[in-house]
């Protein structure tokens, strides 16, 4: 399983990525706004050098199939391995499988995003998504089992041999990451917050406190 990193911070990025850690980048408009970004084009730019090829997911959030195509393909003009995220409805409820399938088969890598249901993402890859993203904390917020939807997607994927990834997003706590995993996604998506918390544990600092006392006491 990959891990991208869910954040539009250059910083962050930056670090993850030269650990070895962060092979791709997604964002959503929240992410955007809550960073107080405003010139989204030119941020853009500056994640694309900072993943350094790996594939950077940028949404479009226009309201009808023109705006959405033509945003859609300014994002993907501006560098190397953008990926346009189309959410699977708008918000209306009207299915976008129809801009999905439009924009994949003319070459743009798609990250089919806000599945909260395996018919939702299988249906998208078979749209042509290259990515199909499953938001594993809202999925659970309606009392439903995301793992159990992550490997339905991820079944059907090895079942047919589609070369479409499996995202999971969503993200809240490093027990998730744990769940998700069991059902056997390509990637899990994590902000820098989370992926912090995944390297420290009170019982490995204690043990290595443990290590140091004992060190002083022997001659190594
Ligand atoms: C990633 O691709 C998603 O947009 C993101 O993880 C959603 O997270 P949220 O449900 O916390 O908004």
Redesign the pocket.
């Known amino acids: 399983m990959k891990f991208?990193v869910?954040s539009c911070d250059i910083e962050s990025i930056k670090y993850w990525f030269n650990i070895g850690v962060g092979e791709g980048i997604?964002?959503?408009p929240?992410?955007i706004k809550k960073q107080g970004i405003s010139d989204v084009d030119s941020h853009l730019i500056k994640m694309v050098a900072a993943a350094n090829g790996a594939p950077v997911?940028i949404?479009v959030s226009g309201k009808d199939r023109e705006s959405i195509l033509k945003q859609a393909k300014k994002f993907a003009s501006l560098g190397e391995n953008i990926v346009i995220?189309v959410p699977v409805v708008d918000a209306d409820g009207k299915s976008l499988l129809p801009i999905i399938k439009e924009l994949s088969d003319e070459g743009y890598a798609i990250?089919a995003?806000?599945c909260m249901m395996a018919p939702q993402a299988i249906m998208a890859a078979k749209a042509g998504a290259r990515y199909v993203?499953l938001?594993?904390?809202?999925i659970s917020d309606q009392g439903a089992d995301p793992v159990e939807q992550i490997a339905s997607v991820r079944n059907w994927i090895d079942e047919v041999g589609s070369d479409t990834e499996i995202?999971v997003?969503?993200?809240?706590t490093v027990f998730a990451i744990t769940s998700a995993a069991i059902g056997r996604p390509h990637i899990c998506?994590?902000?820098p917050a989370i992926l912090q918390k995944c390297t420290v544990h009170e019982m490995s600092k204690h043990t290595a406190a443990e290590f140091d006392n004992a060190a002083t006491k022997i001659n190594v």
Do not use: E, P, W
Request: charged share 15%.
């Open positions: 991208f869910d997604t964002t959503n929240l992410i997911s949404q995220k990250n995003t806000a993203s938001f594993f904390g809202r995202i997003g969503s993200i809240r998506t994590v902000t």
